[in-house]
Nanobody, 134 residues
């Protein structure tokens, strides 16, 4: 069973930066470990549905982002530390949400239009709050 623990959330002023971390442990039902599955970040703002933020492939670190965070957020992974990161800069009040780490993922093949959804992932962290003040 994969377990994910996020950290790094907090309160920041608009224009500021934060880096979220997610440490993974355990194996998937098929025996995969962190270095062998795709990972992602999602968020849920108050009164809204959970939405995709960023994802990264396990084999070549190809990254995908929602449009509103492109150029401001960077997803990365350190397979030696079983850790996923989300570097967030130039934060906006609209980025305020609970951010969730997602693991045990299998993204669409790269030769088709990749659409990342919650159904692509089998494990979730408990979430970490990010609040951006104006």
């Amino acid at each position: 069973q994969v377990q994910l623990v996020e950290s790094g959330g907090g309160l920041v002023q608009a224009g500021g930066s934060l880096t979220l971390s997610c440490v993974a442990s355990g194996r998937t039902a098929s025996g995969r470990t962190f270095s062998n599955y795709d990972m992602g970040w999602f968020r849920r703002a108050p009164g809204k549905e959970r939405e995709f933020v960023a994802a990264i492939r396990w084999n070549d670190d190809t990254a995908y982002y929602r449009g509103s965070v492109k150029g401001r957020f960077t997803i990365s992974r350190d397979n030696a530390k079983n850790t996923l990161y989300l570097q967030m800069s130039n934060l906006e009040p609209e980025d305020t949400a609970v951010y969730y780490c997602a693991g045990d993922g299998t993204l669409d093949p790269p030769d088709v239009a990749v659409i990342v959804t919650t159904f692509d992932f089998g494990a979730w962290g408990q979430g970490t709050q990010v609040t951006v003040s104006s």
